[in-house]
Nanobody, 120 residues
Framework: QVQLVESGGGLVQAGDSLRLSCAASGRTFSVINMGWFRQAPGKEREFVAAINWGGGDTTYYADSVRGRFTVSKDNAKNTVYLQMNRLKPEDTAVYYC????????????WGQGTQVTVSS
């Protein structure tokens, strides 16, 4: 099992930046990819970004955040980051990180989430 704890959310104004962190513990050696997802009120959880956790650094982004958000990792600290720049009100959501253990399985092991609120 992998345990994940997100942090770094807050209330900011449109155009501001935030950096989220996700600290992983447990069987992190079994993780293939780490991802960030978000869920706004009344909406389903959606993919934001992901990064290869093992030997590579391949990253993936949703079209809505590409060019504004950057996902990165520090394997030595077992931590994944999401740098969010030029935030928009529509980025307001609870942000979760998840771990993908097998390539043909969805992300899981969700943390408790961290609230990001962007005011206009």
């Amino acid at each position: 099992q992998v345990q994940l704890v997100e942090s770094g959310g807050g209330l900011v104004q449109a155009g501001d930046s935030l950096r989220l962190s996700c600290a992983a513990s447990g069987r992190t050696f079994s993780v293939i990819n780490m991802g960030w997802f978000r869920q706004a009120p009344g909406k389903e959880r959606e993919f934001v970004a992901a990064i290869n956790w093992g030997g590579g650094d391949t990253t993936y982004y949703a079209d809505s955040v590409r060019g504004r958000f950057t996902v990165s990792k520090d394997n030595a600290k077992n931590t994944v980051y999401l740098q969010m720049n030029r935030l928009k009100p529509e980025d307001t959501a609870v942000y979760y990180c998840g771990a993908q253990v097998f390539a043909n399985q969805p992300f899981g092991s969700w943390g408790q989430g961290t609230q990001v609120t962007v005011s206009s």
